[in-house]
């Protein structure tokens, strides 16, 4: 694998996005752990667009404005639903502190790991990048294209998620740095994370 793509997918994660913008507000509010997982399903993700891409699906859709569309304003629902999610939930919590420890637990690996999952497939312009990305990097006598684009995708998702681990850690000093963790349950931080879901959603479905 050459250097040239190793250093492209670096600085492509490192920008500014829907991803790296959910997992540096997750590890702020919520710690190291909980970004992580959502780090380790977004990167989970990518295996399916890479596996799309081989196969020649993500072309299909590509193509097809109305799956697009579908998958977009899925995506953009799945956000908001989170948002209204994150609402209701810093709402009906009081601030004993046994309950804010069921609040914690709610919060589990499972849980953040499939957010990830979730929010990455249902972003078609994940496949978009792909398609447009990867055929640059893809040796002119590969003896196959589909497992040319498998190493590209593993070699991909193996420096996004070295980037979003070290996002992670960033966010996480600064939730033990200034004690964010002790708000998460806070009905403000509710509403602030809420505004993050809907814009990073708007993001998707209007961007």
């Not at 507000?25 to 890479?50: C, D, E, P, W, Y």
């Not at 299909?60 to 209204?84: D, H, I, Q």
């Not at 850690?169 to 931080?189: C, D, E, P, T, V």
């Amino acid at each position: 694998m050459n250097i040239e793509f190793i250093l492209a997918s670096a600085c492509l994660a490192l920008l500014p996005g829907p991803d790296i913008l959910f997992v540096l507000t997750q590890s702020i509010g919520r710690g190291f752990k909980a970004a992580f997982s959502v780090s380790l399903g977004l990167v989970s993700g990518l295996a399916f667009h890479t596996a799309a891409v081989a196969l020649g699906v993500a072309a299909l859709v590509a193509a097809s404005p109305v799956l697009f569309g579908v998958l977009k304003y899925l995506g953009a629902a799945y956000l908001a639903w989170l948002g209204v999610s994150a609402v209701r939930g810093s709402a009906a919590c009081p601030t004993s502190a046994g309950k804010t420890v069921a609040v914690e637990k709610e919060y589990s690996f499972v849980r953040f790991y499939r957010r990830g999952v979730i929010m990455n497939l249902l972003n078609p312009k994940v496949i978009i990048f792909f398609l447009s990305f990867f055929p640059g990097f893809i040796p002119k006598n590969a003896p196959s294209v589909g497992w040319a684009v498998v190493s590209l995708g593993v070699t991909f998702a193996a420096v996004t998620l070295c980037v979003f681990t070290l996002v992670c850690a960033l966010g996480g000093w600064l939730n033990k740095r200034f004690h964010i963790a002790q708000y998460a349950s806070g009905r403000a931080f509710g509403w602030i994370t809420a505004v993050i879901f809907w814009g990073i959603g708007a993001w998707i479905a209007f961007a």
